[in-house]
């Protein structure tokens, strides 16, 4: 959190650097005055200008904005401009319309007017605005006023204006500045969200990956980026901005659904936020379109059909929060800004009162909050998950010992070796040696089984003390072991291994009355022969040659050479070689 805190003092902190710095300087006295609207007023498509003289038509109250009829009128008075030059451009924020008329109104009362298609606009460079230029202003000029048919959005109106000179309605050099360190820092979780999923593959990631995209366009679009890159159409720019935020919020709310911990959220409260999400992509942004067959509407169903997504997130956040999730505090931390942000936009929106297109900075700059509070969101997510994913490891190779492992000599069982036989076999253990501990029996009889058990672990220690690359000890069950061995002299190897069995039980078990000693049935495979067997077929040849070294006095080792494997042992006469301990 430390970090977190730091981060975001440094980027409060440039802002505040960049919109101190001074503004360039002006071309004149009368540069960088923009005029608003007195008035506004809607009316059906036949009422006509000469209609629109009369103030009483008007209404001056700065409130009851409407973009849901047929067409708005705007009215800037020329009292305003008085002892300045008089304006040349009317502007506006970039928004859907069919047809934007101008006139200008002398005091004798005539009119002159032209006429613009939405085609018409051209883009401002900085901001998210269009301008079009003013009919004739002349000292006679009593008011401009601005027909606009087919109005799509309530800031088309609140926001317009008109100004002498193009650059006076620009975007400031301090806000451009904030909006390209927004976009900049945007770029920086792109890469995270990439990399992370290589690494987790996530579907979090991939829904973070849109929203942050969707970001990206937002400000580009709705920050009038874009337009110092490249100019594009008022009616694909005017679509776009809203287009990326709904898909943005959308995005969010899968994020959320994938995001959080495991039970951090119930079922349902989790299916509604997915849901949500589903919805807010498809129905605001086909409100977004802002097609002229839904112009009456499209305006307000865009806000209301949005809204919902900010109350499923703020629920769903306090509703994981109060369940201990560790992200969702970073979540809320994040986006809280954001949420404050977007419903004051969505209010002027809603024309329930009218701002300047500046309060859109602080959209913005939450922007910037939540990416830098994300990013750390996710990261310590991944670490978490890592954590999850590598304590589930370890307990998978637990059980996996568990149950490839004896669980009293430690040694591999006979499980284990069955499953990996095949391996071994291709990899060169041709010596299949088969260990059994002679009168076992008796020591569990006279000396308990605890005392059975420690002979047992001593046995498997004198077999494992033979353990390198080209040794393999196993415990089948009871007093019966097996030892796969490959390389050089494996006959004699297996010897000396079970000679070793009854020195180290004497070592470690004190207190019996004789030896235990072992006998052992030796398998050595030829090359010719080694793919031909199975481990139960192994078994039966060792099984069959440790009864006969147990037949001939025990304490001994007997073993068969094979070439070709075709009988068993007591079908055919083999070689043998029963020694005395």
């Given amino acids: 959190m430390g970090r977190l805190r730091l981060t975001i003092r440094l980027l409060v902190a440039a802002v505040l650097v960049a919109l101190g710095c001074a503004a360039p300087a002006a071309a004149d006295s009368d540069a960088g005055q923009v005029f608003a609207p007195r008035c506004h007023a809607v009316s059906d498509s036949d009422r006509r200008v000469e209609a629109m003289i ?5 209404n001056c109250t700065g409130t009851g904005w409407q973009a849901n009829q047929p067409v708005a009128w705007l009215r800037f008075e020329a009292a305003d401009w008085q002892g300045a030059k008089a304006p040349r451009h009317f502007f506006t924020r970039t928004s859907r319309h069919e047809r934007i008329t101008i006139y200008s109104l002398d005091s004798g009362g005539s009119l002159r007017g032209r006429s613009f298609a939405e085609a018409d606009g051209r883009p401002f460079a900085a901001g998210p605005v269009f301008r079009l230029p003013l009919p004739l202003v002349t000292s006679e000029t009593e008011a401009l006023l601005v027909r606009i048919d087919r109005p799509h959005s309530i800031p088309l109106l609140t926001e317009a204006g008109v100004v002498r000179y193009p650059d006076d309605a620009n975007r400031s050099l301090q806000e451009m500045m904030l909006l390209a360190l927004v976009l900049g820092m945007l770029v920086l979780p792109l890469l995270f969200d990439i990399t992370f999923f290589v690494v987790l593959r996530e579907r979090f990631v991939l829904f973070h990956s849109v929203m942050v995209v969707a970001m990206m366009g937002y400000v580009l679009f709705a920050g009038g980026v874009i337009s110092v890159i490249v100019s594009l159409p008022v009616a694909l720019l005017a679509i776009l901005a809203p287009l990326c935020w709904a898909v943005g919020c959308g995005a969010a709310l899968l994020f959320l659904s994938e995001f959080l911990e495991r039970g951090a ?18 129905v605001p942004g086909f409100f977004a379109l802002q097609l002229h067959g839904t112009q009456a509407f499209d305006d307000t ?87 999850e994913r590598d304590a589930a490891l370890t307990e998978a190779r637990m059980l996996e010992q568990i149950s490839t492992r004896d669980s009293l000599t430690g040694l591999m069982n006979r499980r284990a070796i069955e499953a990996r036989f095949d391996e071994l076999l291709v990899q060169g253990f041709d010596t299949f040696a088969l260990v059994d501990l002679d009168r076992f029996k008796a020591i569990n009889d006279l000396h308990g089984h605890q005392v059975g058990d420690a002979a047992l672990i001593a046995c498997a220690n004198a077999i494992r003390s033979g353990n390198d690359r080209d040794s393999i000890a196993v415990r089948l069950g009871g007093e019966e072991f097996v030892v796969l061995l ?96």
């Fill in 54 to 58: 009369d103030r009483a038509a008007w």
């Fill in 265 to 282: 959220m119930s079922r349902r409260m989790r299916q509604v936020t997915f849901w949500t999400g589903c919805w807010t992509m498809a």
């Fill in 301 to 387: 169903g865009y806000f209301l059909t949005i809204a919902p997504s900010a109350v499923v997130v703020s629920v769903a956040l306090i509703h994981a929060i109060l369940r201990g999730s560790r992200s969702a505090k970073f979540v809320a931390a994040a986006w809280f800004p954001l949420i404050l942000t977007s419903m004051e936009r969505l209010i002027r929106g809603l024309g329930v009162y009218a701002g300047p297109s500046s309060l859109d900075l602080m959209m913005f700059l939450a922007t910037g909050i939540e990416v830098v509070v994300i990013s750390l969101a996710i990261a310590d997510r991944f670490l978490a998950i890592r954590n």
């Fill in 486 to 581: 490959r390389g050089e002299n494996t006959l004699q190897r297996a010897e000396a291994l079970r000679q070793a069995i009854p020195i180290r039980i004497a070592q470690d078990v004190p207190g019996l009355d004789l030896p235990v000693t072992a006998s052992m049935g030796v398998i050595v495979l030829s090359q010719a022969a080694r793919h031909n067997m199975q481990f139960a077929e192994f078994y039966a040849r060792a099984d069959a040659l440790m009864y006969e070294a147990k037949a001939s006095g025990r304490n001994r080792l007997a073993y068969e050479r094979l070439t070709v494997f075709s009988e068993p042992p007591a079908g055919r006469r083999r070689k043998r070689d029963n020694r005395a301990a």
